[in-house]
């Protein structure tokens, strides 16, 4: 959930939050409240903007996506993959654990514990579409909440920039036939039509949007502080596209809910059991090849991160706004943050004992503070 992150970054730097963003938890939780209640009581006004689409893709749902991930796009340079061979250790690390282990060891879970172990209490005919919305949600790395993670675990700034740069390229080629083979190899049936289109819409497009528009912005004088000024007043546009998201997500997926409270609870510990299996990988990878903490960190939280507006909207367009797909990638971002500022905590906490292994340098000696 990018936009609380923006807000956990704010708060550990001590910025200032206005009312909005210093309650946003809660109004997440309303929203959620609230579309369960807009789905139960009005469920026919909600099917009309369901059937709002065009070759398979929900105008609205396209929309809201786009205002999320435009203004993330925006602060991306990619300009700084020239610089990818100053910590060349951890982004192999990073690489290996983002596109080699997370979309597989997450495919493993949701075999061993959907398929498997929680078979009996889940929907039998929804099973296939809950394994479909975890592989989605573990196959593209997060693109903006990086930032935050690298910032409050004292990270190389350099490094996050360029991991993050780098993994933006990599997603436009590598989502989809990763999502497809893990499809195929859980007997899935694979759109593959639609599946690139969903990368055409939500990830080629957007990029090329934004770094237009950062390229256009950055011309001429003072090209820096009015980017800036673009970032934060496109930013209460992005909350409200994320809480109008949730909403009709919710919306659609509230009968399911209040049948089967207990759905939530079996979806999130195949996700939580990722997000700690491939950021200790990473992390405990890094200590191994003498990555500096300031890298080690934001790599291990690298590793573990989801994109999930991508899951989010490809879900819907692969499977619809009603599917078990689509509320699994929604348990994700329920349970993204607090799960990843205890991987935070876990970082920060074991600096000592990271910087007690040999041939490690330690953090101020490599590594500027943190902004």
């Not at 959930?1 to 809660?26: D, H, I, N």
């Not at 789905?39 to 369901?50: D, S």
């Not at 920039?161 to 190899?185: E, K, R, S």
Request: aromatic content about 10%.
């Amino acid at each position: 959930m990018s936009a609380q992150c923006e807000v956990t970054a704010k708060k550990a730097a001590g910025v200032p939050l206005g009312w909005f963003e210093r309650y946003l938890t809660l109004w997440v939780l309303l929203c959620i409240v609230a579309g369960i209640a807009l789905g139960h009581g009005l469920p026919e006004a909600f099917q009309v903007i369901g059937r709002m689409e065009i070759a398979q893709v929900n105008l609205p749902v396209a929309v809201l996506i786009w205002l999320m991930i435009i203004p993330m796009l925006l602060k991306i340079d990619f300009h700084a993959l020239r610089r990818v061979s100053e910590h060349w250790r951890g982004i192999a690390v990073t690489l290996f654990v983002n596109w080699a282990v997370k979309p597989f060891s997450m495919a493993l879970l949701a075999w061993l514990f959907i398929r498997g172990l929680f078979a009996d209490w889940l929907p039998a005919e929804q099973i296939d579409s809950y394994i479909a919305g975890l592989i989605l949600l573990a196959a593209a790395p997060c693109t903006a909440m990086v930032f935050v993670w690298s910032h409050l675990s004292q990270g190389e700034p350099h490094f996050t920039l360029t991991q993050v740069a780098l993994n933006d390229i990599i997603m436009i080629f590598a989502f989809a036939p990763i999502v497809g083979l893990l499809l195929g190899l859980s007997s899935i049936a694979v759109p593959w039509g639609t599946l690139f289109l969903s990368v055409l819409l939500y990830i080629v497009i957007p990029v090329l949007i934004s770094q237009l528009w950062r390229r256009a912005l950055l011309r001429g004088e003072q090209g820096t502080a009015r980017l800036a000024r673009l970032i934060r007043s496109l930013h209460p546009w992005s909350l409200l596209a994320l809480l109008s998201t949730l909403v009709l997500l919710f919306a659609f997926q509230g009968d399911q809910i209040i049948a089967q409270p207990l759905v939530i609870l079996l979806l999130a510990v195949p996700i939580l059991l990722q997000v700690f299996f491939n950021s200790g990988l990473a992390y405990l990878l890094n200590r191994r090849v003498r990555s500096p903490h300031c890298v080690a960190g934001p790599s291990a939280l690298i590793g573990a991160s989801n994109f999930f507006e991508l899951a989010v909207a490809t879900a819907i367009v692969l499977f619809g706004f009603d599917s078990g797909a689509a509320l699994a990638t929604v348990v994700g971002v329920l349970i993204e943050v607090p799960v990843m500022l205890a991987a935070v905590r876990v970082v920060n906490a074991t600096r000592g004992w990271y910087e007690r292994a040999p041939g490690v340098v330690p953090h101020e000696q490599c590594c500027p503070p943190a902004a």
